[in-house]
Nanobody, 122 residues
Framework: QVQLVESGGGLVQAGGSLRLSCAAS????????MGWFRQVPGKEREFVAL????????VYADSVKGRFTISRDNAKNTVYLQMNSLKPEDTAVYYC???????????????WGQGTQVTVSS
């Protein structure tokens, strides 16, 4: 497993931007599919985006397509989520996760960060 630590969350007005980072420990970061998920209290955790090992392929949830961009820097063991045109409904705790399959299902991911809160005010 890999240890993951998210950062970059905060409070932003609707229409604004935030960039989340997820730093991974260990020397095998490039061997993992990386994903971002989010969760609102009382609801199930929701898939947001994933990126392939090389960074050459990405998948997004329809709700964020065109507004969010996932990227990774394997030299820095870090995955990013650039969030633009934020909406109040994007408010959630955001988690990064590492897995071995390019899946939208949280059960396919083996390692999770502690989460970072994103709050979008209207």
């Amino acid at each position: 497993q890999v240890q993951l630590v998210e950062s970059g969350g905060g409070l932003v007005q609707a229409g604004g931007s935030l960039r989340l980072s997820c730093a991974a420990s260990g020397r095998t970061f490039s061997s993992y599919i990386m994903g971002w998920f989010r969760q609102v209290p009382g609801k199930e955790r929701e898939f947001v985006a994933l990126i392939s090992r090389s960074g050459g392929a990405t998948v997004y949830a329809d709700s964020v397509k065109g507004r969010f961009t996932i990227s990774r820097d394997n030299a820095k063991n870090t995955v990013y989520l650039q969030m633009n045109s934020l909406k109040p409904e994007d408010t959630a705790v955001y988690y990064c996760a590492a897995g071995t399959l390019p899946s939208r299902r949280e059960g396919e991911y083996d390692s999770w960060g502690q989460g970072t809160q994103v709050t979008v005010s209207s």
